[in-house]
């Protein structure tokens, strides 16, 4: 890829328009950001020297953590060098060996690298399935060592871990049921809304600000990578759960500090997700994948979930193609017609459930979106 990050990439030299990328709201290159960035690297240079532990805390960090913790609504937020680092290090520090992780079949692979590494004992629920879910806090833990089956009461700590909006398939977590099933159960709750940040809710919170159960998660995981258009992760929750992190989440400890840059032009898309220009933008977003969903539709082609009501959106649209050679060729015949969708393929996605994952941003055109349906419509055939 040449030049910015955008509607429009230049791949091996040729303009192709992008439908693949993260950047929901088209803030990867956006003027407000690249000043941010800028002006951080006059007054900070360019890199931070060693872990924020040591003396790579430059001081946007402290404006950046503030800030995420003002927009999500809570006590306090910690920012990890990447979203990844995030889940991988909160997994760690919150359990151990003699816990469990219960973890949705779908789960990005940081969180399942993260109870991995743990030494936690793992479980996981079938996609979206509450029942088994309920069955897994209801309980036992069994012993993958010892085989045997033990009761809850000696189980240790429960962490059940869930994203909000699924990363490949765009459908979301049951997350009213699962706070609920977690609160009976006595289990601690972490999700990650890594697509829904900045994207959804009346302050584009994330799903749990939508569904109104934001004071009844432990910790909540999020991305400065995606929406919010720069790099870096973080960990919104209460002020002993930062305490924990800065004490104890290797990713975080051991990993030198993000570029002051990134975190001053993290801290500039963060007030402009909050401010009326964001809720702007976000807006724009939508009506972009009304469009696609509409125009998919009207073509005769099924998104992966069904029924897709107005309430139930986001900004991911997975084209289920099932053969991952299939798969491959849309995605060629698309870059041909001047589009780029990378096929998505195991081990990302199940065997027999290749996709192209369409990607919407705000700074598509309605022309772009009407041109890229029409072509697949046309492949179709
Ligand atoms: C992208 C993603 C991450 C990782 O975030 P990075 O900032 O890219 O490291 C974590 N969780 C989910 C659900 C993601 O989609």
């Known amino acids: 890829m040449d030049g910015p990050q955008g509607p429009r990439l230049r791949v091996d030299g040729r303009e192709v328009i992008n439908f693949s990328s993260n950047d929901y709201l088209g803030l990867a290159n956006d003027p407000v950001l690249r000043d941010a960035a800028a002006r951080a690297i006059e007054r900070h240079g360019v890199g931070a020297g060693a872990s924020r532990l040591v003396c790579g805390n430059l001081a946007p960090y402290a404006e950046l953590e503030a ?14 060098s990447s979203g990844y680092a995030a889940n991988v290090g909160t997994i760690g520090a919150l359990v151990g060996r003699g816990d469990t992780v219960i973890l949705d079949k779908l789960n990005h ?24 879910l309920e069955k897994l806090l209801k309980s036992f833990v069994r012993s993958p060592v010892t085989g045997v089956t033990q009761h809850r009461k000696n189980a240790g700590r429960v962490l059940v871990v869930t994203e909000t909006v699924f990363s490949m398939d765009g459908d979301r977590a049951p997350l009213r049921e699962i706070v609920e099933l977690k609160e009976r159960y006595g289990a601690w709750l972490m999700i990650d809304e890594a697509h829904a940040t900045g994207l959804l809710g009346q302050r584009r919170r994330g799903l749990a600000e939508e569904l109104g159960v934001e004071d009844r998660v ?30 104890r989440a290797r990713s975080l ?8 840059a990134i975190v001053a032009a993290a801290c500039a898309a963060v007030e ?14 939508w009506e972009r994948v009304n469009e696609l969903l509409r125009g998919l539709e009207s073509a005769g082609m099924a998104v992966a979930s069904p029924a897709r009501p107005q309430t139930a959106r986001s900004a991911i649209v997975p084209l289920v193609l099932g053969d991952a050679a299939r798969a491959v060729e849309w995605s060629d015949e698309l870059f041909k017609r001047g589009f780029f969708v990378p096929a998505i393929r195991y081990p990302t996605v199940a065997r027999g459930a290749a996709r192209l994952r369409l990607t919407v941003t705000a700074s598509h055109t309605s022309e772009q979106v009407g041109s890229l349906v029409e072509t697949l419509s046309r492949l179709n055939r």
């Open 109 to 132: 692979a940081s969180i399942i690298d993260g109870a991995r590494q743990s030494g936690a004992t793992l479980r996981v629920y079938p996609h979206g399935d509450l029942n088994k």
């Open 272 to 285: 402009f997700v909050m401010s009326d220009a964001g809720g702007q933008r976000c807006r724009a977003l």
């Open 218 to 247: 432990d910790a909540t995981i999020g991305t400065l990578s995606k929406a919010l258009g720069c790099a870096g992760g973080f960990v919104c929750g209460s002020r002993a759960l930062a305490g924990l992190l800065i004490n």
């Open 253 to 260: 400890i051991y990993s030198t500090a993000l570029p002051p």
């Open 67 to 80: 800030r995420l913790a003002a927009f999500k609504g809570k006590p306090a937020a910690v920012v990890f």
